[in-house]
Nanobody, 125 residues
Framework: QVQLVESGGGLMQAGGSLRLSCAAS????????MGWFRQPPGKEREFVSL????????YYADSVKGRFIVSRDNPKNTVYLQMNSLKSEDTAVYYC??????????????????WGKGTLVTVSS
């Protein structure tokens, strides 16, 4: 049974930093591209970042580029999202998701194979 479990969310003041973690189990983690998505209050889910299965390639939404950093530790089956210079508009439920590598899907696609349940990030201004 595949499980993706996010952690690290919470309340932070604008300008601060948080690091989200996503621990995977039941899946060959090193063969999966891993993504982060978020759903702000009252809005639709949106792409945040994607990291390739090896970690060699990363992608970011324009809204977080230069502030967020995605990374992964394959031996630990964990992907991270370091969020710096947080803004109030970063407030959202953040979801970790994974899909098999070489799927041919666009990097920003939310057509993922597995999803976590999400962790809430609230940024106060």
């Amino acid at each position: 049974q595949v499980q993706l479990v996010e952690s690290g969310g919470g309340l932070m003041q604008a300008g601060g930093s948080l690091r989200l973690s996503c621990a995977a189990s039941g899946v060959a983690f090193s063969t999966y591209s891993m993504g982060w998505f978020r759903q702000p209050p009252g809005k639709e889910r949106e792409f945040v970042s994607l990291i390739s299965s090896s970690g060699a390639t990363t992608y970011y939404a324009d809204s977080v580029k230069g502030r967020f950093i995605v990374s992964r530790d394959n031996p630990k089956n964990t992907v991270y999202l370091q969020m710096n210079s947080l803004k109030s508009e970063d407030t959202a439920v953040y979801y970790c998701a994974g899909r098999m590598r070489f799927s041919g899907r666009p990097y920003y696609s939310d057509n993922m194979d597995y999803w976590g349940k999400g962790t809430l990030v609230t940024v106060s201004s």
